[in-house]
């Protein structure tokens, strides 16, 4: 009894940590690249789940897991082109700020469009039914959605360390105006690696979108565990962004056999803590977030 | 002569005459509790400009250290004393303090980006535990039916005297935070503002003074916050959470924090009155919150007493150009 919970909650735990590794690999790009804290990230993953939502329920499934996304993307190429790329290079403050601000008031108009009630994603027909192992019984549509998110993962990773656009943009996480004194585009750049970042906002919110309830407030839920996570993995680094999100969603679902009703304080206590040990996060080699002094 | 002068533009007379007679204000004077959040939030926001204005530290969750002193007074007038609030202000301000020094400890190195990050963490811890401790926190319920009664015999249980109350409490806060951002303490925190390593070339220990300014910040949002629960006579977990940490900044940038020193409590009054009259007639209010962050960060980053300044420092050059030209050749000696 207690290993099937046990191994429960493990499974919960990749799941989730794989989603957060989704969302917490676009809020890095753009923290590195554009050097501005994306608070409308939450809002980008937000809209997957509610396009998502209202596609598949239209048309069909398998549009809406192409369409949510794309549309997400466009969305936040809106958004920089529109607002973000103003405060580049400014304070803080002002991206973190003024993408929180656009993310408060596009919430406004989701439930003003969508309502305020809470939706939910039903399970396509090719993916009901459990995985059985012995006295283990599993959700086959969560391992699925957990499969996906490592596709999705893995695709990043490969993107960035072997072709040569995703050399640029590790080579932007380091020093992004050395990448313009090399001759290289950086607002383009900036641009693209936005667009790229709200693509796997949307693609999270395609995942997220059936297993949490779609509600307005869910992006902003998932928008701590996502900046933790990059943080703990480290800037610049993807690998150590997924094993940070492994390690973060993994200890915070087993954290409910310890404390249960504590268990949303975990990824914060790990943040502190490695960032105290760890100023760089676990395989960060990138100190531009202003100075971090050890 | 001159000095006379000076009083009059002191922009923190007029503060006061009109804080001091708002009850009495025709139209707007009987909405007393509005008027008390007005100061409570004047307090909170000069307080926060302590470290965003002053010592440009960007921090993101500031609203977690009024909500501790809210929880402060919350659990002090439950279990210690339900007839007098000395003893719960006094540690409201205390709490605000401690928290704001132990957590200075962890990030009075960290700057810039992950400074933001970290402040807004901290407040999301605090909001976890406020949210699911309910045994001591009353979780997603809160705190609610304290009873206000006296401060040191005075009964502030009344609107007008509670108002009075706070208004004494503002004016202190108000002369201290001058004094401090006066003192040599807030001109070191203007140098680490403007160039931090200059600062520390020219032997100052600017992290041990970020440490302080966070600290001395958290002790007067911890008393606003323990204002604000009195006012209210209940305590809850959303006060903690890091979204509500917007509501100061927005306070403090809309009014011109970053550019005059009363900057924040113009903001506070423009803030709090918009928020009380939309809130009350638009369930969707929250659009044009969301929206006048962007207008502000777009068009006024230095808020509304910024722009006063630049008029002013326009006129000012104008004015120096002026009596330049018109300077003739006899007062040249004087002027050199």
Sequence with gaps: MNTTLCLALLFNGIVLGLIWSVIAIGFSLVLGVGQTINFAHGLLFTFGAYFFFSISRNTSFWIAVIAAPILVAIMSLFLEVVLVRRVY???????LLITFGFAIAMEEVIRMVWGKAAYSVSTPIFARGQLILGNFVYSRFRILLALFALTILLLVLWFMSKTSFGAIVKAGMFNSEMISALGHNLPLLRTLVF?????????AGVIGAPLWSIKSGM?????????????IGGLGSIKGTIIGGLLVGITTSLAVLVIPRFTDIIPYVMLIAVLFYKPKGLYGEVTILGEVRE | MK???????DPYLYIFIIFLV???????????????????????ALSFNLVLGYSGLPSFGHGAFFGVGTYAVALTLLHLTSKDVTISLILAAFFGGLFTFFYGFIIKKKRGIYFSLLTVAFSQILYV?????DEVTGGETGITGLQRGGFLGIQINNPITYYYFVFVLFVITLLVIRKISNSPVGKVLLALKQDEKRAQYLGFNTERQVWFIFTISGIFAGLAGGLHGLLHLSAFSDTLHWTKSG???????????????YGPIVGAIIFISAREILSSFWDN??????????????????????????????KHFEQFNNNRNNIGSKNTQEIT
Aim: proline content about 5%; hydrophobic content about 55%; overall charge neutral.
């Design chain 1, 89 to 95: 290079g400014q304070d803080p403050l002002f991206g």
């Design chain 1, 195 to 203: 667009v790229m970042g709200g693509l796997l906002a949307g693609l």
């Design chain 1, 219 to 231: 992006g902003t839920d998932v928008l701590m565990p996502g900046f933790i996570i990059a943080l």
């Design chain 2, 3 to 9: 000095t006379k002068n000076n009083i009059l533009q």
């Design chain 2, 22 to 44: 708002y009850p009495f204000l025709p139209y707007i004077g009987k909405y007393r509790s509005v008027g008390t959040e007005l100061l409570i939030w004047s307090i909170f």
């Design chain 2, 129 to 133: 535990i406020g949210f699911r401790w």
């Design chain 2, 247 to 261: 509501d100061v900044v927005m306070a403090t940038l809309l009014g011109g924090g970053l550019a005059n020193f």
């Design chain 2, 285 to 314: 209010w929250l659009l044009l919150y969301g929206l006048a962050f962007v207008v502000i960060i777009l068009f006024i980053p230095t808020g509304l007493l910024g722009i006063v300044e630049r008029i002013r420092e326009k």
